[in-house]
């Protein structure tokens, strides 16, 4: 099943400088794809910070929850 790509998702050329860092799997397969594992960080990393300005405001007060 195919999704939509998000901005956060890494490109192909990040991917390959990404993949090289992650360690490998020695004793049984890898049952998720790391690369998705990867693109759901960036992404909830992303939002995690805009909702935190949002409820935040510019002067640090928290406006709401």
Do not use: C
Not at 21 to 44: L, S, T
Not at 53 to 63: A, H, Q, S
């Amino acid at each position: 099943m195919s999704r939509k790509a998000y901005s956060t998702d890494v490109s192909d050329v990040e991917w390959d400088l990404i993949k090289s860092m992650i360690p490998v799997q020695r004793k049984r397969k890898r049952e998720v794809d790391m690369r998705k594992v990867v693109n759901a960080i960036f992404y909830i990393n992303t939002f995690a910070k805009i909702r935190a300005y949002k409820n935040f405001g510019k002067n640090g007060k928290m406006t709401h929850i």
